[in-house]
């Protein structure tokens, strides 16, 4: 297990140590933003460990995500490994209310979802107690030492799926290498997003015969929900109308889109931006930037219709991302533009769009590759350049019809290794 023959490591205790003196104050903090969210009192204690719902008497696989992007890019996971393991269960623990909310209505068939307890004792303890996994799958960057030892001390064989390390994250468990020997060496299996950071976990002590280069997840996920009754509603309301879309945009972005519509306003005075911030909370800050842009907008979330003179429609909602993609085959990226690590390009290329991004999308960078190399998606730095783009693609029908078709053709290749991806997780967790 490590160098003290699977003993924790001093560093390990200490973590041990020190999170059970903080975890009253992580309580209240953990506490607070989940009653701010609207959450009930007994879901806010299944952070505690108290689970609000019965363990069923089957075959029990846990997947544990972080927020949004990672709980939803295992739902068709679960959904192709419950075809393939007829008498399994599933359960999901995600730690935010959106990701939450989303994952109630997306629920593949035998699947409950819970908050995640906290990395301290007493909750990680009441946890496994009443959930008793029979396999844990951690997703993405998802290390949490106590959770990850305990589970496996307790018998539960462990993968981290769809791994993902930043490289500070990277370097500093190279300055522990006993430490990360030791976590590490509780996972059965790691299947990372791409070979860098197979390489990285190798480094950082994963024994390399458990370590295998994979693909993103988030690429073999299902196309996102289309209400079709709000798709038809919205495409009355545009009447015929061009329409570009920014999504998943950050602070500090929002005024290049605008400038960028300010500029095609010119060539097409009938354009509309659809608009969708990647925090709905922001509305108020989206809405007054629009203000300032001395653009006309209308807002999803007051049932604001868009009429003839609406140039910006801000799409402030959540779940409703696959409809708007369902509108437009010309789709901007956010979380680009700014040093945030951009978003799931295979999303908006499911519904049929080509995508457009900026340079910051380091957190998908093996995913965009093979978009931009087939002419799928293309960069852009400054509000000229995505000015140009969107141009490009509304005004050659071919250009776009290629780029579209060059999009949903690297979704398909991507597809297929969900199959590898279950056949690995099946014999290296003993799932039968």
Not at 397 to 402: E, K, V
Request: include cysteine; proline fraction near 6%; hydrophobic fraction near 40%.
């Amino acid at each position: 297990m490590s160098d003290q023959e699977g003993r924790p490591t001093l560093l390990y205790q200490l973590y041990c140590g020190l999170t059970s003196v903080l975890a009253p104050l992580a309580w209240r903090t953990v506490r607070s933003k989940l009653e701010t969210a609207g959450v009930s009192n007994d879901r806010q204690r299944e952070r505690l460990g108290y689970a609000t719902l019965p363990r069923p008497n089957q075959t029990l696989i846990w997947f544990h995500a972080a927020s949004v992007g990672e709980s939803l890019s295992v739902l068709s996971l679960i959904k192709r490994l419950g075809q393939r393991l007829p008498d399994a269960e599933f359960l999901i623990t995600s730690g935010t209310p959106t990701s939450a909310a989303l994952i109630e209505k997306r629920m593949p068939p035998r699947t409950r979802h819970q908050y995640p307890p906290l990395d301290t004792g007493g909750p990680v303890h009441r946890f496994l107690e009443h959930w008793r996994p029979d396999a844990g799958i951690f997703v993405e960057s998802e290390i949490w030492p106590r959770l990850i030892v305990e589970n496996a001390n307790s018998g539960t064989p462990l993968a981290l799926l769809n791994a993902r390390l930043s490289e500070k994250s990277v370097e500093g468990w190279k300055k522990r290498p006993k430490t990360a020997r030791y976590i590490l060496d509780h996972f059965q299996l790691f299947l990372t997003q791409n070979d860098r950071t197979a390489t990285n976990l190798i480094a950082m002590g994963a024994p390399a015969d458990r370590v295998h280069p994979g693909t993103n997840l988030k690429a073999m996920s299902d196309p996102l929900p289309v209400d079709e009754a709000t798709l038809a509603d919205i495409r009355r309301q545009l009447d015929g109308r061009p329409v570009w879309i920014a999504s998943s945009t950050h602070a500090g972005e929002e005024e290049t889109v605008l400038a960028a519509h300010k500029e095609l306003l010119k060539l097409w005075p009938n354009l509309l931006l659809l608009l969708i911030p990647r925090h709905p909370e922001r509305r108020d800050e989206v809405t007054g930037l629009v203000s300032t842009a001395e653009l006309s907008f209308a807002l999803r979330s007051t049932g604001d219709e868009i009429t003839a003179n609406t140039q910006v429609y801000v799409a402030d909602t959540l779940g409703e991302t696959g409809t708007w993609y369902a509108l437009c085959p010309v789709v901007f990226l956010g979380g680009s533009l700014k040093e945030i690590g951009g978003h799931n390009p295979f999303e908006p290329a499911q519904a049929g769009a080509a995508v457009i991004t900026g340079p910051g999308y380091y957190n998908f960078a093996e995913t965009f590759a093979p978009l931009v190399e087939a002419g799928g998606a293309v960069e852009v730095q400054s509000s000229k350049e995505l000015t140009d783009a969107v141009a490009h693609w509304l005004s050659d029908d071919a250009a776009l019809i290629d780029a579209r078709n060059a999009a949903g053709a690297c979704v398909n290749t991507q597809k297929s290794a969900l199959d590898g991806v279950i056949d690995a997780l099946c014999e290296k967790l003993d799932l039968k």
